[in-house]
């Protein structure tokens, strides 16, 4: 009798665990949202304005018919597209030590309201971190904290997919601001 | 007996299971081409031509050596780089309430053909949609559909992967194009 | 006595199944770094230089205030932004049938050194492969290799994600060069 039980409750969970490994639909569903990795960040953007070349780290490389290359455009910047090579610090502290550097480019593009559209990526060389995350998305700057993709890793983050978390940390006039990555890693390899 | 028969096949069904969860490269097979989500939309560009400023959603802010930004170049716009917000709406009305805004940039990549590549951003925040899904890849225009990568989302895109067939539905002269976006998402959280 | 023993082994064995399929922790663990699909090309870009207008596959359409769009700028040509429709071919022979384009944009984004972020397409159209790779990363032209993540795909390549190896396999001044891509694709659908 207590036989026929235990055998009774191994098929009951034998079933289960056969439907589940077979459904991809049912996969989908246990995926869950805890990252596997939390990292935070600083970067520091400097930008160009025709007396800073030495301290720069960004600049203006496009802009629209009525911009120009050393002032940031009218219409909430709406056009200028700014390359950068950002030092990456622990802390939100611009002359800390750099772990990193980010680099790619921005784009303002909304003329009513200061929003930018990114594709960079974090690059690190160090004990730390070997290695790149590469991040694109929409960055409505307006809002106090903004979510970006991670699109994809190499070495220590390899494959790698994720959230990042942006949030302004400082903005000083139109030459200076630091931005605040929060990144959540998701998919781990 | 009867239990024995009963044993071998649970037996069975257990090297099954765990031959099956223990090797990812069956797991690759089982992935279905069925879309976890389908979504369809329409988004509306108009170039700033130079006379245009007040209804313009996009401009042209970089340009070949032989191109300016109030004209598209010659040998099919090669070069020409274009940031955009685009509204988007339901259906292929200009006018419809846009329910997100299309956000990023598009470049014109080869001078024998039409032929772009896109960078972007739909950007949801209404009761329908929070959130955003991120695109690139190339788009050969002249090709009646295109189909662009879904890397990335936030929000109720979280996540997202997918792959976005593109077509233009509309095309009025050199400032106005309307294009249809067939959205298939293949990864949900 | 014996089917005791059976019985214990089958629950023993359940419930590392059960267990193993119910942890996407452990399924993460799981995941190999053995490519689905490697692929090797070689793509050449002809940057514009305002006399090699029929040779030309590539142009200069950002620069810093500094540059101009028929030389290189100083500085390692920082902020330079150059749109690209670069033939793929098989093996290093510039002449060699292409099999596809090389599609997109890359920008140099640091003054002290050349490196560069790219965002691009393998376009391909051929009884060999149809469908397209998508491409953004991070490439420090000054090591002898650099990865960048393959973000999407279609067509043949639908979904896929992976690691492509860059190498500089030729460099001619400031007008030719080659590089060589090992691509490793980790998703395959």
Redesign the interface.
């Known amino acids: 009798m207590e036989?026929?039980r235990?055998?009774s409750v191994?098929?009951f969970?034998?079933v289960?665990?056969?439907g589940?490994?077979?459904s991809?639909?049912h996969w989908?569903k246990?995926?869950?949202?805890e990252p596997?990795k939390k990292l935070v960040f600083y970067f520091h953007d400097i930008i160009?304005n025709?007396h800073n070349s030495k301290n720069a780290t960004s600049?203006?490389?496009?802009?629209?018919?009525w911009?120009?290359?050393?002032i940031l455009a009218g219409q909430n910047h709406?056009?200028?597209?700014v390359?950068?090579?950002d030092p990456i610090t622990l802390d939100n502290n611009l002359h800390s030590p750099p772990v990193g550097?980010a680099?790619?480019?921005y784009?303002?593009?909304?003329?009513e309201i200061f929003?930018a559209?990114l594709?960079?990526?974090f690059?690190f060389n160090s004990t730390h971190h070997r290695?790149?995350i590469?991040f694109?998305?929409?960055d409505?700057l307006m809002n106090k904290t903004r979510?970006?993709?991670?699109?994809?890793?190499?070495?220590d983050f390899?494959?790698t997919?994720?959230?990042a978390t942006l949030s302004t940390d400082a903005f000083e006039g139109e030459v200076y601001f630091r931005l605040r990555a929060d990144i959540n890693l998701?998919?781990?390899?």
Chains 1, 2, 3 share one sequence.
Not at 67 to 70: E, P
């Open positions: 036989l026929t235990l055998i191994l098929f969970l034998l289960i665990t056969v589940s490994s077979a991809p639909q989908r246990k995926r869950v949202r596997c160009y025709g600049a203006i490389v496009g802009t629209p018919a911009g120009n290359r050393t709406f056009g200028d597209l390359v950068f090579d550097r680099q790619g480019f784009v303002y593009d909304k003329k929003t559209w594709g960079f990526s690059v290695g790149s590469n694109a998305g929409a409505p979510d970006i993709s991670v699109i994809g890793g190499t070495g390899f494959m997919r994720g959230v998701f998919e781990c390899w």
